[in-house]
């Protein structure tokens, strides 16, 4: 719990203020509670006097009526009397609603009806009838029976009276009961709660001061250390979150100033000393310095000199001071660089002589191939010829051949049509058959009726009985006829059958031959098409025959070009050979540590520059092989002219029959075409 | 009629016809005339072999498929089919043949009676058999016939 100082002080206080209150509030609450319960105490004994009066005025009231009574025979009645009458009776009679009052709030079960009828005839009896009979002078009878009236009367008034009475007692008494209990239950309380208060601000008051005390003394503690002197403690108690708390940090933060400022001061003395220290040395270095520099300039002239008359063997060996250290190796670095670079010229000037001894030999190889590819050209170029007269004479054939395919094409048409004219001849033969059959049919049914009528009249006949004897041999002759011309038809009908039968077959047979005339008319055309790609591809020959004996005359130029190349290269050769020996001389003029191996080398050279060479000798080269050049980049990749050729014959076969239309015009405008740029590209050799 | 044909002599003329496959024969002197076929009229509740009435030359006459009567399958008729019109008791009646085949004149003693082993019902159809040379003609005795049925349907 971190409270500061003020928050603790308050928090025992407010404790205190709380019991003290409770202790006011308790008592305050039980007094007020016993004066309600006397006020109503007095209330009701105002009651019970008057009460007591109203009883005491009954009892006025009956024994005046009595003495009235009495004095009868005296016929008046005193001044004094009457006055006494009629204050009781005005008094019965006021003291009613103080009755009817107390009864309804006490509870009381009394008949407050009756209780004024009972008064009202009273103070009627007392007041008008017996002065009535007084006066009057009433017999005695009468008298006594409003004695009686009165006396009844007045004895239920003191009834009720007694009853109400003797409740305003017992209401004072109850009154009295509850304001002393009150006051005892109160007092019991206070002593509980100021008991209790007194003990927890007690307790309260004890922790936080003895809290507090701690606190003040810890740090107390540490302040007199400080003071003493020892700083290197740090102060306690700065954790705590109070004032205290705050008190113990700023004590920490003036202990760790002090510390500070000490450690300054000791500082600057280390400081002052050094310096002084220092001055005293740099004195005596910087004469050691000056004579150092006098040493190294001196080595370095002598160096120099030595350099400029070309002795490149001389290394400063003696170290300089630091800071003149890198000249000594800078000098160092440049003779032995300049030393390497003309050693380097030296091998290399000996590695060129031998390269161009190795160029010279690979020339005269070169002219010896030259020679043999100009007669392999020779060659070439008449076997090309022989090729062109035999393509040529094929050509020719070939023309030919699709000239007659040409004519059976158009015969195997014509064919067609002699079919088409025998078909439909078949047919006319056909229905010339039917017809016939027709008209068998007809010369059947003739026949039949024939035979019939005979039958009729082979009939009549035999019913004439012997008169028609000889007509019945003519029916009979008739009938016979008839039944020969039936016979005659059915055999035509069969004929006649079997002739179309015949026909139908017939028929067939020139359908199918029909069928194989048109296949043979397409093969034809196939052929035809076939002799076409052939002529063209024999013509595409031609033309590519052509190309290749022009190329074959444009490597002819470029050999003798070749030749003439062979020979610049030899005389550039000799020439390199010289400048070789002269720049060998001019470095010999160095001194190296190899300087000795450099001047050999550089006297070989001469020896060999002295050997001549025979231009275009025959040097047979072992195992020697002139290095193939690399490729120029301005050259670029082209096709042979034999390769086109191939090409477009492979394109001839192909049987594209359009391109054909023409095809020496158009080849033979290609081959002009193609040409020219050919031998631009050849040239470049 | 059977006694008339005894006392007319020794020779008998027939006309012989085809039904199927056999070949029957009638005495000629009981037809009026042979006709090629013609469609004939159908009657009703006449019995299967009663195909009908033909009008020839105005008078209306029955005709009768002549194989059905005899128990063979019916005559498909066709052009080369005949009606054969006979007299039968003073009655024309015409009978279909499938085709008439001969006009012959026979001896009475060729006349041979149907064999015994025919019960005597249906032998009364048959006069006699006629034996040629390569074949067997039955002689049809058209009174038991036709006759027979005519009365009963008068």
């Given amino acids: 719990m971190k409270l500061s100082v003020s928050q603790r002080l308050w928090v025992s206080g407010v404790t205190a203020f709380i019991g003290i209150g409770s202790l006011l509030v308790v008592g305050w609450y039980s007094s007020s509670s016993v004066s309600a319960a006397l006020a109503n105490s007095q209330t009701i004994d105002v009651i019970d006097k008057k009460v007591n009066d109203l009883r005491f005025a009954n009892e006025e009231v009956r024994l005046a009526s009595m003495d009235v009574i009495i004095d009868r025979a005296s016929k008046a009645i005193s001044a004094e009397r009457k006055a006494t009458l009629d204050e009781n009776t005005k008094f019965l009679k006021n003291g009613v609603p103080t009755i009817e009052s107390f009864a309804k709030s006490a509870g009381l079960n009394i008949d407050i009806a009756s209780l004024s009828a009972d008064i009202d005839q009273v103070v009627k009896s007392s007041n008008e009838k017996l002065p009535a009979l007084v006066l009057g002078g009433a017999p005695e009878a009468e008298f006594d029976k409003i004695d009686d009236e009165i006396d009844t009367t007045g004895g239920r008034i003191k009834a009720v009276l007694d009853i109400v009475a003797k409740a305003t007692s017992d209401a004072q008494q109850h009154e009295v009961d509850v304001a002393v209990s009150q006051a005892q239950k109160s007092a019991l309380l206070q002593f509980l709660i100021g008991t209790i208060a007194v003990l927890v601000a007690g307790g309260l008051m004890a922790w936080q001061s003895r809290n507090i005390m701690l606190g003040l003394n810890a740090v107390r503690r540490s302040m007199n250390r400080i003071a003493k002197g020892d700083i290197a403690t740090s102060v306690d108690g700065t954790q705590r979150a109070d004032e205290i708390g705050e008190i113990a940090r700023v004590a920490e933060t003036l202990r760790k100033a002090t510390v500070e400022k000490e450690r300054a001061e000791a500082a600057a003395q280390e400081a002052r000393l050094s310096v002084d220290r220092e001055r005293s040395e740099n004195e005596t270095e910087r004469q050691r310095d000056e004579e150092e520099i006098r040493r190294c300039v001196t080595i370095l002239a002598g160096g120099l000199a030595r350099l400029a008359e070309g002795d490149l063997t001389q290394q400063i060996d003696d170290p300089f001071r630091a800071d003149l250290e890198r000249l000594r190796q800078d000098y160092n670095a440049a003779v032995a660089r300049l030393s390497a670079v003309i050693g380097n010229i030296t091998d290399q000037s000996s590695s060129i002589h031998s390269s161009s001894v190795q160029i010279r030999t690979a020339a005269d190889d070169l002219a010896k191939r030259t020679e043999q590819q100009a007669a392999a050209l020779e060659e070439t170029s008449s076997a090309l010829e022989q090729i062109t007269i035999t393509m040529q004479t094929s050509t020719s054939k070939a023309e030919e051949a699709g000239a007659m395919v040409e004519s059976t094409k158009a015969q195997a048409e014509r064919s067609t049509t002699v079919v088409r004219e025998a078909m439909q001849a078949m047919e006319r033969i056909e229905s010339a058959s039917a017809e016939i059959g027709k008209i068998i049919n007809v010369i059947d049914e003739i026949a039949f009726q024939t035979n019939l009528l005979a039958l009729n009249a082979g009939v009549e006949a035999a019913r004439a009985g012997e008169a028609g004897k000889g007509f019945a041999v003519v029916a009979q002759e008739v009938r016979e006829l008839a039944n020969r011309a039936a016979g005659a038809a059915k055999d035509i009908k069969q004929l006649v059958a079997r002739s179309g039968a015949e026909v139908q077959t017939g028929a067939e047979l020139v359908t199918a031959t029909g069928q194989a005339l048109r296949a043979i008319g397409a093969d034809v055309v196939k052929i035809n098409e076939h002799m076409i790609s052939i002529v063209n591809a024999a013509r595409e020959q031609n033309a590519g025959l052509a190309e290749i004996n022009t190329s074959i005359g444009q490597m002819d130029h470029v050999t003798q070009q070749n030749a003439a190349m062979v020979e610049q290269t030899n005389a550039a050769c000799q020439t390199l050979n010289e400048d070789t020996t002269r720049l060998e001389n001019v470095i010999s003029q160095f001194r190296t540590k190899l300087g000795m191996s450099a001047r050999a080398q550089g006297e070989r050279p001469a020896v060999h520059a002295h050997t001549p060479i025979p231009p275009r000798a025959p040097i047979v080269s072992t195992g020697f092989k002139p290095a193939i050049a690399p490729a120029q980049p301005g050259q670029r990749p082209r096709t042979s002219p034999a390769q086109k050729l191939m090409g477009r014959l492979e394109n001839a076969f192909s049987g594209s029959t359009t391109s054909l239309k023409s095809p020496v015009q158009s080849s033979g405008q290609r081959a002009s075409t193609q040409a020219s740029p050919s031998t631009d590209q050849w040239e470049e050799f | ?154």
């Fill in chain 2, 1 to 154: 009629m059977t006694n008339a044909i005894k006392q007319s002599g020794a020779y008998l003329e027939i006309v012989s016809f085809h039904l199927g496959d056999q070949e029957f024969c009638i005495d000629i002197m009981a037809i009026r005339e042979i006709r090629g076929w013609a469609p004939v009229t159908p009657m009703p509740h006449t019995p299967r072999y009663v195909l009908g009435l033909i009008n020839l030359r105005g008078a209306v006459i029955p005709v009768i498929d002549m194989a059905c009567r005899l128990g063979m399958p019916m005559t498909e008729p066709s052009e080369r089919s005949a009606i054969i019109v006979t007299d039968i008791k003073g009655k024309l009646v015409g009978l279909l043949v499938e085709q008439v085949s001969d006009m012959m004149s026979i001896k009475s003693e060729d006349l041979q009676p149907a064999p015994e082993i025919i019960p005597e019902a249906q032998r009364a159809f048959c006069r006699g058999i006629v034996a040629l040379e390569k074949n067997m003609v039955c002689f049809l005795n058209l009174d038991t016939v036709i006759a027979d049925e005519l009365s009963m349907a008068a």
